[in-house]
C-alpha cells in the first residue's frame, strides 16, 4: 500500500467495520452528507446508509446514552464526537456509567463501544474547542484510551478498539489526520496497552504521545547534532499504560524526558512521573524533566496560543538544564 | 390566533393591552443603515478570511432582518444579550464598531471582546451589556436564565434576550432552561433563529417537529413563530415578548424563521449539502431588500440615498478595517502575557 494519512487510514478503518459486521453503526454530528468535521467518514453515507451512518441532533448526552445503550442492547456503536471537548456534555454517560457497569454489575454487563473525537490545538480555535481531557478520561477505571500518531496505529488501534469488549475512547489530534506513514497490506492489529519505540536510542529516554511526538522527534534530531543519542517512546495508549517499556528504556538511558502538549499540571506525564521514580529511582543520572503546555485556556490569537504549546526548543532547554546535556 | 393573543393568553397575564408602538421613520432608516452595515462588514470579513487574515468567520447573512428587529423591540440601556456566534447584526445594533469587531477577527491587541482570547463573536462587552461566553451551542442558555433570575431577585427591570439557533434548541440544555425559566416565570425571552441547518443536518434531523415554537407549550410559555426575513414582522412579535416579561408574564419563546445564506462557517462547503435548489430559493428572500421595499413604499428611500448608505457603510468598513490591520498584535510576554486574566489578582497562583 502506498503512504496514506491519518484520515484514510480512520476512514479505511470504518469501512470495514461496517463491511464486516451488521452490528456497527456510527453516530454523530455531521458525518453523514458532511462527512464528519475531519472528514474520516466521508463518503461512507453513500454506501452504507443513513441508519448505520447516523447523523444525530445537536445532543451530546443523549447519543452517548444512546451509544452506550446500543452497545449493551447488542449493537457495537461507534460514537464520533466533533470536539473532544463536547464529551463534557457527556461525561456522566461516558464514566459513571459506561466505565463502571461491568464492574458495578458484578461483571454482567459489556459496554463494548468505541469514541471517536478529534482533540488539542494549535489551530486557532480558542479554549472550548481546543483543550484535552484524554488525560481525565484515562484517569478512569474501566476506560480504556488510545491515542495514535501514525496512519498504520490509527487503523490497528481502530480495528483492536472496535474487538475490545469495553469502552475504548480514541483521540486523535486535530493537526494529524494528514500524517502521512505506511500502512501494512496484510491484516494486523495494533493491541490497546502497547507502546512502541519509534526511534532507538542510548542517551536520554523521551517518552510522548500524539501531535506532541512531532516535536518529539524534532527534539531527537536536534540531539543527534549535538551527539546525543534519544530514545522515542510514543505512548499510543494512555490507559492501559505500557510502563514496562518506559521503565526498561529508562533504566537503560538513565535520562528521561516527558513531553505532552497536554497543560503540564494534572497531565498524564505527571502520573508516569511518579511511576518512573517508584520503579527506577536508582537508575537515574537527575530529575525526571517534564513539559508540557502552559496552564492556560488556549487563546484565539496565533501568537499567544503557539507560546502556550511547548516547543522543541523548551523542551531541549529543559533537557539541558536538568543534565547538563 | 395573533401574537397578541398568543403572548397574552398563555401567561393569564390579561394584558390585552399589550399594543406594539409604530417604528417611526427614523427608526425604519436607522435599522436598514445597520443592516447595511452588518452585511458590508460580513462580506468584508469573508474576504479577510480568504486572505489568510482571519482564522474563522461565522455569517449573519440572513439574519440580519430577524436581528435587528429583536434589538429594536428590546431596550438596550437596561437589557441584557446573550448572543451566539451568528449574530454580528445584532453586535452592530448595539453599538459595537466595525473596528472592534474587525479587531476581533484579526486577533489584535485590544480587541474588546476578550483580550484576542477567545473566538471572533465571542466574549464579553459590558458597554453593550453583550455577554457571550461560549461557542458550545446552548451554554448560552442557562445563563440567561441566571441573569433574568438575578434580574427578578434583585428587583431589577431587565429583559434577557437568549439568542440560539434550530440546532441548539436539541441541547439538554435548552429544555433544562425553559423549564427552569418557565417555573419561575423568568423575565427571559428564548430568541431561536432558524435557519433550518445546524452545520449540514437539517431541521428534520433536529426534530420531529416543524416549529421549534412548539415546545413551549411543555413549558408553560407562549410560543410564537414569526417571518425573520421581515424586520418589522420580528420587532412586532419580540416587542409583545419583551413588554410580556417586564411586565410579570414570564418568559417567552419567539422563533424567527431565517435563512442562513453562507456555509456555516468559514472552514464549510454547504454545496456538499444542500441541493442546488436549496440554495437558489433561499436568497429569493432578502430581509435587506424586504426593509429596502419597506422604505421605498413608504418615500424613505430613493436611488441617491440608498447609494449614499451603501457608500457610507463601505467608508465606514475600509477606515476599520485600516484600523484593524494597523493594531499591533498581543505579545506572548510583557504586561499582557498569556497568565494575565486567568484570575482577578494576576499572580493569583
Ligand atoms: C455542544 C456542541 N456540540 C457541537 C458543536 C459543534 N457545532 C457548532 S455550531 C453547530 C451547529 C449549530 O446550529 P444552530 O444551532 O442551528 O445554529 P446556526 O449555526 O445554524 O445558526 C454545531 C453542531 C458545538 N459547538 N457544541
Redesign the interface.
Known amino acids: 500500500m502506498p503512504e496514506i494519512n491519518i484520515r484514510d487510514a480512520l476512514q479505511m478503518g470504518h469501512h470495514e467495520a461496517l463491511e464486516n459486521d451488521p452490528d456497527v453503526l456510527i453516530m454523530g454530528?455531521?458525518i453523514?452528507?458532511?462527512?464528519g468535521a475531519y472528514s474520516v467518514t466521508a463518503g461512507l453515507l453513500d454506501e452504507f446508509g443513513p441508519e448505520r451512518v447516523r447523523?444525530?441532533?445537536?445532543?451530546e448526552?443523549?447519543f452517548v446514552g444512546a451509544g452506550i445503550g446500543a452497545a449493551v442492547g447488542g449493537l457495537k456503536p461507534i460514537v464520533e464526537y466533533m470536539n473532544l471537548?463536547?464529551a463534557?456534555?457527556a461525561f456522566d454517560q461516558m464514566i459513571n456509567i459506561g466505565a463502571s457497569l461491568r464492574y458495578m454489575s458484578g461483571g454482567q454487563v459489556s459496554v463494548p463501544i468505541v469514541y471517536r473525537a478529534p482533540t488539542g490545538g494549535g489551530?486557532?480555535?480558542?479554549?472550548?474547542?481546543s483543550r484535552s481531557y484524554e488525560n481525565w478520561l484515562a484517569a478512569i477505571p474501566g476506560m480504556k484510551v488510545v491515542a495514535p500518531s501514525t496512519p498504520a496505529d490509527a487503523l490497528g488501534l481502530l480495528r483492536s478498539s472496535l474487538l475490545d469488549p469495553d469502552p475504548v475512547l480514541m483521540v486523535e489530534h486535530v493537526l494529524m489526520y494528514q500524517q502521512k506513514g505506511f500502512v501494512p497490506d496484510e491484516h494486523f492489529i495494533v493491541p490497546i496497552g502497547l507502546a512502541d519505540i519509534k526511534r532507538p536510542g542510548s542517551d536520554l529516554t523521551i517518552v510522548s504521545y500524539h501531535h506532541a511526538m512531532v516535536t518529539a522527534m524534532e527534539v531527537a534530531d536536534k540531539l543527534a547534532a549535538r551527539d546525543v543519542s534519544a530514545e522515542v517512546i510514543d505512548l499510543r495508549t494512555l490507559r492501559p499504560l505500557d510502563m514496562p517499556t518506559v521503565i526498561t528504556s529508562v533504566k537503560k538511558t538513565n535520562r528521561v524526558l516527558l513531553l505532552e502538549e497536554n497543560l503540564k499540571t494534572g497531565g498524564i506525564m505527571g502520573e508516569i512521573a511518579a511511576q518512573i521514580q517508584e520503579n527506577a529511582f536508582d537508575f537515574l543520572d537527575g530529575p525526571v524533566v517534564r513539559v508540557g503546555a502552559?496552564d492556560?485556556?488556549h487563546?484565539?490569537?496565533?501568537?499567544?496560543e503557539?507560546?502556550?504549546i511547548p516547543s522543541a526548543d523548551k523542551a531541549i532547554a529543559a533537557v539541558s538544564a536538568a543534565y547538563g546535556i | 390566533m395573533s401574537i397578541e393573543e398568543t403572548i397574552s393568553r398563555r401567561t393569564g397575564s390579561g394584558k390585552n393591552d399589550l399594543s406594539v408602538p409604530p417604528l417611526t421613520e427614523d427608526d425604519l432608516l436607522e435599522m436598514y443603515r445597520t443592516m447595511v452595515l452588518s452585511r458590508t462588514l460580513d462580506e468584508r470579513v469573508w474576504l479577510l478570511n480568504r486572505q489568510g487574515k482571519a482564522a474563522i468567520v461565522a455569517s449573519a447573512q440572513g439574519h440580519e432582518g430577524a436581528q435587528v428587529g429583536a434589538v429594536k423591540a428590546s431596550d438596550p440601556s437596561r437589557d441584557h444579550y446573550l448572543i451566539y456566534y451568528r449574530e454580528l447584526c445584532t453586535m452592530m445594533a448595539l453599538g459595537v464598531t466595525p473596528t472592534e469587531m474587525l479587531l476581533g477577527f484579526l486577533a489584535k491587541e485590544g480587541e474588546p471582546m476578550s483580550s484576542a482570547r477567545q473566538f471572533p463573536l465571542h466574549g464579553s462587552m459590558d458597554r453593550v451589556d453583550i455577554v457571550s461566553f461560549s461557542n458550545v451551542v446552548a451554554t448560552q442558555l442557562p445563563h440567561a436564565v441566571g441573569f433574568a433570575l438575578a434580574d427578578q431577585m434583585r428587583g431589577i427591570d431587565a429583559v434577557t434576550i437568549a439568542y440560539f439557533g434550530d440546532g441548539a434548541a436539541s441541547m439538554g440544555d435548552t429544555h433544562e432552561s425553559m423549564n427552569f425559566a418557565g417555573i419561575h416565570k423568568l423575565p427571559v425571552v428564548f430568541f431561536c433563529e432558524n435557519n433550518r441547518y445546524a452545520i449540514s443536518v437539517p431541521l428534520s434531523k433536529q426534530m420531529a417537529i416543524d416549529s421549534v415554537a412548539d415546545r413551549a407549550e411543555g413549558y408553560g410559555m407562549p410560543g410564537v413563530t414569526v417571518d425573520g426575513m421581515d424586520p418589522v414582522a420580528v420587532y412586532e412579535a419580540m416587542y409583545l415578548a419583551i413588554a410580556n416579561a417586564r411586565n410579570g408574564g414570564g418568559p417567552t419563546l419567539v422563533e424567527a424563521r431565517v435563512e442562513r445564506f453562507y456555509p456555516h462557517t468559514s472552514d464549510d462547503d454547504h454545496t456538499r449539502y444542500r441541493s442546488a435548489d436549496d440554495i437558489e430559493t433561499m436568497t429569493q428572500r432578502d430581509p435587506i431588500e424586504i426593509m429596502e421595499q419597506l422604505l421605498v413604499s413608504r418615500d424613505l428611500l430613493g436611488e441617491a440615498r440608498k447609494e449614499q448608505i451603501w457608500d457610507s457603510a463601505t467608508r465606514i468598513v475600509n477606515e476599520a478595517t485600516q484600523a484593524a490591520e494597523d493594531a499591533p498584535l498581543p505579545q506572548p510576554t510583557g504586561d499582557n502575557d498569556i497568565y494575565k486574566h486567568l484570575y482577578a489578582d494576576s499572580n493569583g497562583n
Open positions: 454530528e455531521d453523514g452528507a458532511y462527512g447523523d444525530t441532533p445537536i445532543s448526552a443523549a471537548n463536547f463534557l456534555l489551530i486557532q480555535l480558542a479554549a472550548t474547542h502552559e492556560v485556556p487563546p484565539y490569537n496565533r501568537g499567544l503557539q507560546s502556550m
